[in-house]
């Protein structure tokens, strides 16, 4: 089945102990994306990925890292976590990054207390 | 990218046509229109896309106005698993290099289908 995993689901951590959200997809995606969605603000893009060793920032890269050693992985770091980024977070792929479907992880629920 | 207008929410009997309208009067002749979907919390959902013609695919239908200023998705028969907040998105398809790539979600149409 053609998928986009994500792990933690739920993560509630306290500041400044980094952590690591992992994305994984099985379709041989070339793009790859952070987004996090808060209330009122929508989804806004982290990071992204065109392929592997290329990454990008997004719209709000702050206090983020992301690595693409591999094609399927692409995982998002928070070195300090701070509670200003609490949020949800949803990582994506698709063939291209103008490709029409873009396929989107479960979710990460993090809480930073 | 064409700025989007969708009615904050809508209520659908179940079993119904689902008709959810989009505004995007400023659309380019290269722009396609998305829709996408998400229900509580889970990732966003594809449903269909278009570019000038009518399109179905086995979850919806999506209808876009000869001058392409409008579309409607139309979900045939309506269930309670329907339920979600649905984005009309509008991009090109060959996006130019440099692109994030990015979509570009507004603040949607709330659908509540009811019993």
């Known amino acids: 089945e053609a998928q986009v995993t994500q792990n933690p689901r739920y993560l509630i951590t306290v500041t400044g102990k980094k952590l690591t959200v992992t994305c994984s997809q099985n379709m041989n995606h070339e793009y790859m994306s952070w987004y996090r969605q808060d209330p009122g603000l929508g989804l806004r893009q982290i990071y992204y990925s065109m392929n592997v060793e290329v990454t990008d920032k997004g719209d709000v890269p702050e206090g983020y890292k992301v690595s693409r050693k591999e094609k399927r992985n692409f995982p998002l770091i928070l070195e300090s976590p701070s509670p200003n980024q609490t949020s949800l977070y949803f990582c994506?792929?698709?063939?291209?990054?103008?490709?029409?479907?873009?396929?989107f992880g479960p979710g990460t629920r993090l809480t930073v207390t | 990218d064409a700025k989007t207008t969708q009615p904050p929410s809508m209520d659908c009997a179940e079993g119904r046509a689902a008709n959810l309208p989009c505004n995007h009067s400023t659309i380019s002749g290269n722009e396609y229109v998305y829709w996408y979907r998400q229900i509580h919390s889970q990732g966003p959902q594809y449903i269909i896309h278009g570019l000038k013609n009518n399109e179905t695919n086995e979850m919806a239908s999506l209808i876009i106005t000869e001058d392409r200023k409008s579309s409607t998705l139309i979900l045939p028969h309506a269930t309670l698993r329907d339920t979600a907040v649905y984005y009309c998105?509008?991009?090109?398809?060959?996006?130019?290099?440099?692109?994030?790539?990015?979509?570009?979600f507004g603040q949607g149409t709330t659908l509540q289908v009811k019993p």
């Open positions: 998105i509008v991009r090109v398809a060959d996006l130019p290099p440099g692109n994030t790539g990015k979509l570009i």
């Open positions: 994506a792929s698709s063939l291209g990054q103008g490709s029409y479907e873009q396929y």
